[in-house]
């Protein structure tokens, strides 16, 4: 390949001493990297074949990883920086990073490459190896983005060990004095969990979500002409945030209008609203436009400045996301990979149903995750454990399809808090390291979190037959099915003790229609 077919003669084709790369979920302007301007260093960030086509991502999310790439580059270029982007059209030819590196090194007559350590295992270990042959000296360095070092990750989580992220946050509160007093927690408690799990009440007013509108024609139009597929719903503009200043006011908004309601209602599901109080911050903090820790002291800042209903309960759960689950589970990745990415303890092996893809489905709650997912690229929490997650590991699905469709389909979704929160917290594949039992429940917890039930063409009463809910003929046979290794845990002793009390005749008939719901599912 000639230099005339791969550079723009609008960028910067100067030689330049060092070359650093810069990865799409790596948009982070604070980095030390960026404290000083120097002409030897040429910054780089590409659009890649590669990482379009590892899986099936929805169309949203890949166009919102181009626009944020766009503005980031051009945003350090007003600043003085070298830096150039490089798009579909100039990388289409080269079959992988390296080479697409490998050639930009030699045009630009380099003398060393940087990268910043990726955040998946794939691209870091094809980084790695391809370091060792690389003619030129390469160097990695820290992404300078968690409140945990590398060295510190490793020093708190061990491989093939359970992991409590209850203990692991109290450990951070303290290291990192947030929400202390002290030697104690602030409110007198590490945990206000209790306080976090209520239902919409009928009266309540939903607040419309701060949407963005960001212009997707010339990312959609890339994706077309080079043959990438996708999924989910193409929208007129984009309404995720695609630069450090609409992730900080997404922030904003969230603090000022949503934080009073987060905690209480952050469980609970409707079919009122998609948005609901959630911050919806993740893709920004997962792409490194945000910071977690001015998140965390954002958030913080807002009881001490005695909001109106911003109290210990509302500021503790959204902290607990942050500083605890999200540095929990990176630590479980990394301590784990890459064989967490194969571990399946149940031998679930059933394939993913159809309308996960096309949220056409009877069972209410799961239509409107499912189509809000197709349509927003996103579902909070509970929607993806107990709706989504729940059905899967109850129906036997396998890992890797449930992986494949978690990573694709949600805008936050980088390897590293996906699989962890698929194969450990919501199908139970990794046998215990995530969490302490299967995450199970039959409709009665939809029922009781959500509207869904009310409109839904099955009984959430019914344990068997075809009118009844599927989750719970699906929950009652989950039992039956895994019953020897449910039986060693002692939390799902009370889950057990009533699938015990059960008539034998009962029994048959929810295996009955378990069996034929799989052979309903597998024929769409």
Known sequence: MTARKLIDPKKDTAP??????????????????????????????????????????????????????????????????RFNRYDLDDTAAFKDLPAFLEYLAKFHQVETIEYQLPDEHRLRDQLSVWAKRSSRPVKAIESEHFYLTEAELHAYFKAGKAHRMEHFYRKMRV?????????????????FDQENRKRFPKAINLPEPLLFDNDIVAPVARLRRHNIETVGVEPQTLIWPVTTQQAERLLEDFCLRLLPNFGRYQDAMTDRGWALFHARIAFALNIKLLRPRDVVEAVVDQLGRQVEGVDIAQVEGFVRQILGWREFIRGIYWANMPAYGHSNVLKADGRLPEFYWSGQTDMACMKQALQQSLEYAYAHHIQRLMVTGNFTLLLGVDPREVDAWYLGIYIDAIEWVEMPNTRGMSQFADGGLVASKPYISSGKYIERMSDHCKTCRYDVNLRFGESACPFNVLYWDFLRKHEPRLRKNPRMRMMLSHYDKMASDERQLIATSADQLRQTLATK
């Not at 330049?16 to 301007?37: E, P, T």
């Not at 290291?175 to 945990?191: E, H, I, S, T, Y």
């Open 16 to 81: 330049a001493r060092v070359l650093r790369l810069v990865l799409g979920d790596q948009l982070d302007k604070h980095h030390s990297w960026f404290s000083c301007i120097d002409a030897n260093h040429l910054y780089v960030v590409a659009e890649l074949v590669q990482e379009q086509r590892y899986v099936r991502h929805h169309i949203q999310k890949i166009a919102a990883f181009f626009l944020a790439m766009d503005h980031f580059a051009r945003d350090l270029r007003a600043e003085g920086h």
């Open 175 to 191: 290291k990192f004095d947030v929400l202390m007093a002290g030697a104690a927690p602030v409110g007198g408690r590490w945990n």
